[in-house]
């Protein structure tokens, strides 16, 4: 007599034997050793890239155009200079537009405009336009900067968590827990690290994988404070992100005029969230929350797939190329990078395999796109 399948049920997935154990065990300790020396070139570069941060009114704002046509923006209160000049990120000048209604699409469009009458007319527009536009505000922005680059440009109310702590705290939890970090990256406005329990399992025959915790973060408005989970499908370098075991937005209450003042807020909320973390990540990488992630992936490779229903519903969340380059890796004759099967496993497999060829944030939403669609 056969046992049902239970969806996220009492079944408890031991560490795979044999060939293809072997094989990826190989693997991810090859992976685990290349992302060992970059991981800790990121995790430096967080700690030596935390922001400043200045608290100023909208109408004390000043934007200028340069001769490379870098718009640059100081701040000045009855002809003396408040902030001194300094370059601003594209994240930043984002911010900027939009909370004075300025498309980011059209302010994108005005950086490339010139003509040979007036060739920097278009970035001189925009800086005069700024200008102009926060002089009839009032409202108080803080601004995040690093090495005379603003590169966020946020609300008063925006609650701010130490990436340096929260890092370290991740780090450590995961470690006692048995996790190595594996990987990481660092752009000028987010961070994000990821590591990986040394258990090879083998849910269904010859899907051999295994599991891990991301940590992320933005100091400057980029994304959320996110922990979530995710399975790495060790034939290949399949990645798929599964549930959000922690989530914060960054909003909190108002910051006051001297950021000094709020310095005390800071550092409670960030050994608060530091706290969590420990608790989370403890909790999350312990045997049952693995088993269920595993129990998942067995039922995904179970349940077949209609390309043609998927294919719809793929464009609707991910627009016509994107859609397109899945079901066409998902159609391919590949059964290595790919697993077997016309089911949601090879789906979910598809999705994270397009995304290594992504940018960073299109990466990531993808790679969550896969495990939503494997049921992690």
């Not at 391919?332 to 016309?342: A, F, I, M, R, Y």
């Not at 789906?347 to 995304?355: G, K, Q, R, T």
Request: proline share 5%; net charge negative.
């Amino acid at each position: 007599m056969n046992t049902p399948h239970l969806h996220y049920g009492n079944k408890t997935y031991e560490e795979a034997i044999g060939d293809a154990a072997d094989h990826a065990r190989k693997h991810l300790g090859t992976l685990v050793h290349q992302g060992k020396d970059h991981a800790e070139a990121v995790i430096k570069r967080i700690y030596n890239e935390a922001p400043s941060d200045t608290i100023v009114k909208g109408d004390r704002l000043r934007f200028t155009n340069t001769e490379n046509d870098a718009i640059k923006v100081h701040a000045t209160r009855e002809g003396r200079t408040l902030i001194e000049p300094m370059d601003i990120h594209p994240h930043a000048l984002n911010q900027l537009c939009e909370r004075v209604q300025i498309p980011r699409v059209f302010a994108n469009h005005l950086m490339d405009q010139t003509n040979h009458d007036d060739p920097h007319w278009g970035p001189n527009w925009l800086a005069e336009n700024l200008t102009n536009l926060y002089s009839h505000t009032d409202n108080n922005y803080l601004m995040r900067h690093h090495n005379n680059q603003l590169r966020g440009f946020l609300s008063d109310r925006y609650r701010r968590l130490d990436s340096r702590p929260l890092l370290e705290t991740f780090v450590g939890a995961a470690q006692e827990a048995g996790a190595v970090p594996i990987e990481a990256y660092a752009t000028d406005v987010k961070v994000a690290v990821k590591a990986i329990m040394p258990t090879v399992y083998e849910p269904v025959p010859n899907e051999v994988m295994a599991i891990g915790m991301n940590w992320s973060n933005s100091e400057y408005g980029a994304g959320a404070h996110n922990l979530e989970m995710f399975i790495l499908r060790l034939w290949c370098t399949n990645y798929a992100i599964g549930s959000t075991c922690m989530r914060q937005i960054h909003l909190g209450r108002r910051l006051q005029d001297d950021i000094a003042y709020s310095e005390e807020t800071y550092k409670l909320d960030t050994e608060a969230t530091a706290s969590a973390i420990r608790d989370v990540v403890t909790n999350s990488l312990g045997d049952n929350l693995i088993n269920r992630m595993l129990g998942a992936v067995e039922e995904a490779y179970e349940e077949q797939v209609n390309p043609e229903e998927a294919l719809k519903n793929l464009r609707k969340k991910l627009g016509k190329p994107l859609a397109k380059e899945v079901i066409g890796a998902y159609n391919s004759p590949d059964v290595v990078n790919l697993p077997p099967g016309n089911n949601r496993w090879r789906m979910s497999n598809a999705i994270s395999w397009v995304a290594q060829s992504k940018d960073v944030d299109t990466k990531l939403d993808l790679m969550r796109l896969a495990g939503s669609t494997a049921g992690l």
